[in-house]
């Protein structure tokens, strides 16, 4: 594993990614309920999926941006070689 994945596995376990993205797919799903609109506690999920979108999202990005690196850097090696 490399430094720059061991650094996100690292973010990811700091951060409680996996906890925090189960919640956020659990409030998700509670959205497609039918009624949920209907529902005065529908603006408490909202209120709820921001936040964690708001973290899991660019965690997300970064991790994409560190795979892509990563395949960058291994088709250079390739190159070099």
Known sequence: MSTGNQRLAHLRDSLYVATKRAERDKLTAAMGEPNFW???KSQQVIQKIK???GLINPYDDLDTALQDLCALAELSE???A
């Open 38 to 40: 209907d529902n005065s």
């Open 51 to 53: 936040p964690l979108n």
């Open 78 to 80: 390739e190159e070099a």
